[in-house]
T-cell receptor, first 114, second 113 residues
């Protein structure tokens, strides 16, 4: 149980375009989802926390107008990277909490902006 | 000071060896602690939670020292398949509900034949 499906697993896009990444909780309702970014040889860094039906909470230094998060239902959260640039190339991972102790991760999306 | 600190390694060990990783955390109010394993270009997967009394799962033993604010992971009889990056993860506060996880940079383990 407690599976999060993340799509796409990888994407290559041109600089200036937008990319949407989806995370779905398949067998549980995720009130809260977390979006992380991981650069090579670095740790996962939390970008934002999204709560169903309300605005996402962004970590310091993360541009909310650039990384748009929508959590319109209890099973779906999306991250849209707007006007992507090469420095946005990274591994993006979502996570959902299925109880107060448990977190499950999506399989990640490798974004390459050329 | 980073919230969670780990030695990045890599730790190069032969099969069958015992290896230990340590991790320190800065927030003394932290309540929950975990070790995750991450393979290259994959998502992290929970290896084990860490309890105050220490806990063991097969070849893996986790310990928590609240006074010194460090967490350890011991792997006995290393297998080739143990090669991965081990992430120390801390949940700073528990009693206000779901909270963010803070990840260490990870310790890379390479087990060789």
């Amino acid at each position: 149980g407690a599976v999060v499906s993340q799509h796409p697993s990888w994407v290559i896009c041109k600089s200036g375009t937008s990319v949407k990444i989806e995370c779905r909780s398949l067998d549980f309702q995720a009130t809260t989802m977390f979006w992380y970014r991981q650069f090579p040889k670095q740790s996962l860094m939390l970008m934002a926390t999204s709560n169903e039906g309300s605005k996402a909470t962004y970590e310091q230094g993360v541009e909310k107008d650039k990384f748009l998060i929508n959590h319109a239902s209890l099973t779906l959260s999306t991250l849209t990277v707007t006007s992507a640039h090469p420095e946005d190339s990274s591994f993006y991972i979502c996570s959902a909490s299925f109880d107060i102790y448990g977190y499950t991760f999506g399989s990640g999306t490798r974004l390459t902006v050329v | 000071r980073k919230e969670v600190e780990q030695d990045p390694g890599p730790f190069n060990v032969p099969e069958g060896a015992t290896v230990a990783f340590n991790c320190t955390y800065s927030n003394s109010a932290s309540q929950s602690f975990f070790w995750y394993r991450q393979d290259c270009r994959k998502e992290p997967k929970l290896l084990m939670s860490v309890y105050s009394s220490g806990n063991e799962d097969g070849r893996f033993t986790a310990q928590l020292n609240r006074a010194s604010q460090y967490i350890s992971l011991l792997i006995r009889d290393s297998k080739l398949s143990d090669s991965a990056t081990y992430l120390c993860v801390v949940n700073p506060i528990l009693n206000t509900g779901f909270q963010k996880l803070v990840f260490g940079t990870g310790t890379r383990l390479l087990v060789s034949p």
